[in-house]
T-cell receptor, first 112, second 114 residues
Framework: NAGVMQNPRHLVRRRGQEARLRCSPMKGHSHVYWYRQLPEEGLKFMVYLQKENIIDESGMPKERFSAEFPKEGPSILRIQQVVRGDSAAYFC??????????FGPGTRLTVL | QQQVKQSPQSLIVQKGGISIINCAYENTAFDYFPWYQQFPGKGPALLIAIRPDVSEKKEGRFTISFNKSAKQFSLHIMDSQPGDSATYFCAAAFNAGNNRKLIWGLGTSLAVNP
């Protein structure tokens, strides 16, 4: 059973561009979580999704950020018009609807 | 209060020593307490977890001690090794409506000196 897959692992964008981060959950997992982590800091919850539904987006910035988890395909975290402050590691985790979350390796976003 | 307070922020331990990381909470609705380990450049990985019906859980060199009345739980790493150097996060889960929600501590950076 493959683990949580995230791609790309590293993403460089210029200010104003769009960033798309993809997450494929573990097989059989229908719950996906996105987190942001700045260097030397903790995990900041962003959004929790189930297939085709956003369950909790209380940690998502109101503007420029969106997330989806379609019926088919990976979950996508989309950041429009990126700014330097968006530079961070973005982690995706999946769960089979229990308490344990399994994390992917992360996508490191650098905004120039 | 949906917070989990973790301490210390950083910890240095000699090889062979005991590393102790503490977490405290207020919300009595929390019913699952996992610890995650994160190495630099990697995603967090579940290390060990406990439910409040037991006071201690041990897996190898890692032990969770849980004090329900004090609303505290701690991670003990016995015979700490340089390979244990990582960031450790405690968390607590509860039912939020029809869903489960996980609240995270801010992490402890552990360095084990050889």
């Amino acid at each position: 059973n493959a683990g949580v897959m995230q791609n790309p692992r590293h993403l460089v964008r210029r200010r104003g561009q769009e960033a798309r981060l993809r997450c494929s959950p573990m097989k059989g997992h229908s719950h996906v979580y996105w987190y942001r982590q700045l260097p030397e800091e903790g995990l900041k919850f962003m959004v929790y999704l189930q297939k085709e539904n956003i369950i909790d987006e209380s940690g998502m910035p109101k503007e420029r950020f969106s997330a989806e988890f379609p019926k088919e395909g990976p979950s996508i975290l989309r950041i429009q018009q990126v700014v330097r402050g968006d530079s961070a590691a973005y982690f995706c985790a999946s769960s089979p609807a229990g308490d344990t979350q399994y994390f992917g390796p992360g996508t490191r976003l650098t905004v120039l | 209060q949906q917070q989990v307070k973790q301490s210390p922020q950083s910890l240095i331990v000699q090889k062979g020593g005991i590393s102790i990381i503490n977490c405290a909470y207020e919300n009595t609705a929390f019913d699952y307490f996992p610890w995650y380990q994160q190495f630099p450049g990697k995603g967090p990985a579940l290390l060990i977890a406990i439910r409040p019906d037991v006071s201690e859980k041990k897996e190898g060199r890692f032990t969770i001690s849980f004090n329900k009345s004090a609303k505290q739980f701690s991670l003990h790493i016995m015979d700490s090794q340089p390979g244990d150097s990582a960031t450790y996060f405690c968390a607590a889960a509860f039912n939020a409506g029809n869903n489960r929600k996980l609240i995270w501590g801010l992490g402890t950076s552990l360095a084990v000196n050889p």
